[in-house]
């Protein structure tokens, strides 16, 4: 069972100070979607009938749940992510603290949150260790990603039903034909006039939508008000179940991706420099507003390459006359909220603001969110700094009023520089940096290049005179590329927050790459390499990490049933040839490549003593690329981790540490050493001193040493081909790459 958490600086640390090794996966990431009915993103049937909907059975049933804690816990991994969202637990309706019973007043999900309560306490018995991640991505469902209720778009004016036309979101569940949905076309939401409104008002609406007043309160505060209180009232409920909180729960995230809408645009009629994702249509903020309120428009087209986006030509968006706001007389009782007189519906609210002219359709305020009311111009810096750090503190001392050892995961908008809050009363001893970072190329294009790659964050940093300085040519430079702007953004953590731990919440690679050609053959090979890549940058940064992700719905077909997205370690699609689903399954096509990597389903007792033991192959049965993520990593460190690392194409792990004191007999220095690398009787061991043991049924290596500075290395058995590491590799890459140039 895990102990009490400690922070020390940067470090976590156990009981017995013991360096613990956060080392986990998001579970699961079909959370963002209900169960009853199962509104996968592609499916449009019921889609909008949100305020009936339940999310009992996340992020996976009850009964199940066995059998994904045991795979998760033979992975090597002691902490969960946890992934619910709002609209879990408030989807009926805004909850009415003080009239309920008075007509129409929404309720929390109580059926869900007991689930929860039960699923909690069954990761307890895998000793996991847990955090709650109130989850969004470009706000809602509704506005094409997850998060939020229905009757919040509601509450803001808008019309969810219209999003399609006006493009004010692309949702996939209501796109044309689903199939083609265009890869990672979703997270142009985040640029288009839904969540670039929702945002604003979330966030800023007391400054920049003061006429938007609904129960006598403004927007900012009704949504925020909302959402603390929802995830407060889940916090409770935990609390009062009496045998969660601190050793399983042991903290909570803040919203994920905050997203600062328009503030601080100095221009709605152009790209902002910032705005690094253009694909498709990609509209200025005015170009939005207008096909919004139902105007045509000729909008800019762009694609996305290894390069990034590209401008691919035009196309004419044209709502004809169909608005993305609610029209004035739709019924606004619904909800049983009253909305203030001077909020009109049908009409544009940055109309109603002064900031356009729909009579002539012309921008009188260009500026008009680029500063607040006094004059202080914005930025997004400045973003960060108040409206997103004003919403984190009311969150914390939410989750602090009932959680009161809570560890708080702070989660700035993405790539952005964190808050500067050091030696702050916001720096308290018990906070975690959590950014996320992505190879955006890889993600993006759905490919995994061996040539080269782009140094992002020093893009974003300004760190080079042209992006063309940024480039990293060969594996191995963009591997030490990886880890350099991980590092970056973990010192950027300690710069601006303090000498804090950092754990990246969300980091991960697509599986379908190549136009899913490894689904045709079982060749994983570009999909090792990429996660390979990604674990090399984590373990040389020295960071935590949660995966992104586990989805125990994913198939070849939609991936993790979410806006095409396909990152799950895990699919049902990813059978072992001799199970009775594949024998079924005309399309398994069994051949030398994929019975290499095909291994047999699990034999595990379930016994509680037993519940720790490991059939080696168990672990990969449904596992893609299980040779790059299952890899072994130090759990309790008597001391300090000075370095650790695994190599995979040696299958080698390197550990060197620091320590003020020999270890005690009971509290020796524990590692994770998975027989799937290192069978029990193809291992070497060697130590600078000590003694050690290999407990291979339980996957841990225990290892007594003395003070001072000590090491030790793990030979197994070598499971990639012997050109994974090629000779020469990074040459070849440069010449190619130099052909290319003069071609």
């Known amino acids: 069972m895990p102990s009490f958490l400690n922070i020390d ?47 009992v059975g996340r992020p996976f049933a009850l009964e199940d749940a066995d059998v994904h804690f045991r795979r998760l816990r033979n992975c090597g991994y002691n ?52 955090f709650m991640d109130p989850h969004q991505d470009a706000w809602s469902r509704f506005s094409g990603g997850s998060g939020a209720p229905m009757w919040t778009l509601y509450a803001m004016g808008l019309d969810p039903r219209t999003f399609d036309v006006t493009e004010a979101a692309l949702v996939h569940n209501s796109w ?10 979703w997270s142009t939401n985040y640029q288009r006039l839904a969540c670039q409104t929702i945002f604003t008002m979330f966030f800023a609406g007391r400054d920049f939508a003061p006429k938007c007043i609904i129960d006598g309160r403004n927007i900012q505060d009704y949504l925020q008000e909302h959402f603390i209180n ?55 903020a005015w170009q ?27 196309a004419l968006v044209d709502p004809e006359g169909v608005q993305a706001w609610l029209p004035a007389d739709c019924d606004d009782s619904r909800y049983g909220w009253k909305r203030d007189p001077g909020w009109k519906l049908g009409e544009c609210i940055w109309a109603q603001h002064g900031v356009w002219d729909p009579a002539t359709d ?3 305020k260009n500026d008009y969110f680029g500063k607040t009311p006094n004059g202080e111009l914005l930025s997004v810096e400045r973003f960060t700094e108040t409206y997103f750090l004003d919403h984190y503190r009311k969150y914390v001392a939410a989750i602090r009023s009932v959680h009161k050892n809570a560890i708080m995961f702070c989660q700035p908008p993405v790539f952005e520089i964190p808050p500067s809050i050091k030696d702050t009363p916001d720096a308290d001893d018990r906070m975690v940096y959590a950014p996320h970072f992505y190879d955006g190329i890889t993600l993006m294009t759905k490919k995994w290049n061996r040539l080269w790659n782009i ?10 005179l042209a992006p063309a300085f940024a480039l990293k040519v060969g594996e191995t430079a963009i591997r030490n590329c990886f880890r350099d702007q991980l590092k970056a953004m973990k010192q950027e953590g300690v710069d601006n927050m303090g000498l804090t731990p950092c754990v990246f919440t969300e980091i991960g690679i697509p599986y379908d790459m190549d136009d899913k050609y ?52 895990f699919s049902l699609d990813d059978r072992p040839p001799n199970s009775s689903a594949a024998a079924n399954d005309s399309t398994t096509v069994i051949d030398a490549a994929n019975l290499k990597r095909a291994l047999t389903t699990s034999t595990m007792s379930t016994t509680r003593t037993d519940l720790q033991k490991i059939a080696p192959d168990a672990i990969v049965a449904g596992s893609r690329a299980a040779e790059a993520f299952v890899r072994p990593s130090p759990v309790y460190t008597a001391g300090t981790i000075v370095e650790s690392g695994f190599m995979l194409s040696s299958a080698t792990f390197d550990l060197k540490l620091v320590a003020g004191k020999g270890t005690e007999e009971t509290t020796p220095t524990e590692m994770f050493v998975p027989p799937f690398h290192f069978p029990k009787d193809g291992t070497a061991v060697t130590v600078s001193g000590g003694k050690w043991e290999y407990d291979v049924e339980r996957s841990v290596l225990r290892w007594w040493h003395a003070e001072g500075e000590q090491w030790i290395k793990i030979t197994g058995t070598g499971r990639m081909s012997a050109d994974y590491d090629d000779e020469g590799y990074a040459e070849t890459c440069k010449r190619n790459y130099r052909a290319c140039v003069v071609m």
């Open 230 to 284: 929802a995830i407060t009232y889940l916090a409770k409920k935990i609390h009062e179940a009496g045998d969660l909180e601190d050793t399983t729960v042991i903290g909570w995230e803040s919203l994920n991706e905050p997203n600062r809408g328009l503030v601080g645009y100095q221009r709605l009629d152009v790209i902002p420099p910032e705005q690094r994702l253009q694909k498709g249509t990609s509209p200025t």
């Open 518 to 569: 490894a689904y045709k053959n079982g060749d994983y090979i570009s999909q090792i390499r990429a996660l390979d890549a990604n674990h090399y940058a984590l373990e040389g940064a020295q960071v935590g990490f949660t995966l992104w992700t586990y989805c125990v719905e994913n198939t070849h077909e939609w991936g993790d049933q979410w806006n095409g997205e396909d990152l799950s370690i």
């Open 455 to 464: 140094d992002v964050l020093g893009v974003l940093r300004g760190r080079y």
């Open 288 to 314: 939005a507003i207008l096909t919004g309120s139902g105007r045509a428009c000729e909008i800019d087209t762009w694609g996305f390459g290894g390069t990034g986006p590209y401008k691919t030509g035009s």
């Open 176 to 185: 044309p034909d689903p199939a083609t949905f265009p890869k990672m076309i």
């Open 362 to 364: 012309t921008i009188l």
């Open 9 to 55: 600086g940067p470090y976590f640390r156990d009981e017995h100070n013991r360096q613990v090794t956060l080392r986990g996966v998001n579970v699961a990431s079909d959370a963002k979607m209900p169960t009853k009915p199962n509104l996968l993103s592609h499916v449009l049937e019921d889609f909008f009938d949100g305020d009936n909907v339940s999310f």
């Open 79 to 130: 902490v969960i992510r946890y992934i619910y969202t709002w609209e879990a637990i408030e989807a009926r309706g805004p909850y009415v603290f003080l009239r309920l019973g008075e007509g129409h007043s929404g309720i929390y999900d109580d059926e869900w949150i007991e689930s929860t309560i039960a699923m909690l306490r069954k990761a307890k018995e895998y000793d996991f260790m847990i």
